[in-house]
């Protein structure tokens, strides 16, 4: 009797997916900092530099919560395939 192929899923974080998250956080971290203003603030180095910050902080908590809590996220299943001996060529 020949033996079945071992087929299953690999289940990890959908990074793409994340996006959005870690827009929505890096705004919210410059927000809080920041007061809101309506000057001109499109050559404010500055501001530039606290938005970078914010980035580099909420992309940090974005990786210590999916290493530490992944189900939180997103998932995504990747199929595997493992054939059976006389599928592979010789």
């Known amino acids: ?7 299953g899923y690999n289940i990890s974080t959908d990074w ?5 998250s870690l827009l929505i956080s890096t705004w ?20 530039d530099r606290e938005i970078e910050y914010a980035t580099f902080l909420a992309s940090r908590v974005m990786a210590s919560l999916v ?7 997103p998932q995504k299943r990747e ?8 599928d592979v060529p010789k």
């Not at 199929?79 to 006389?86: F, G, L, N, S």
């Open 1 to 7: 009797m020949p033996s079945e192929p071992e087929v």
């Open 16 to 20: 793409p997916k994340l996006g959005p």
């Open 28 to 47: 919210a971290i410059r927000t809080a900092k920041w007061p809101a203003t309506f000057e001109n603030t499109s050559s404010s180095p500055e501001l």
């Open 67 to 73: 290493s530490k809590r992944e189900g939180l996220f």
């Open 79 to 86: 199929p595997w395939y493992q054939p059976r001996d006389e």
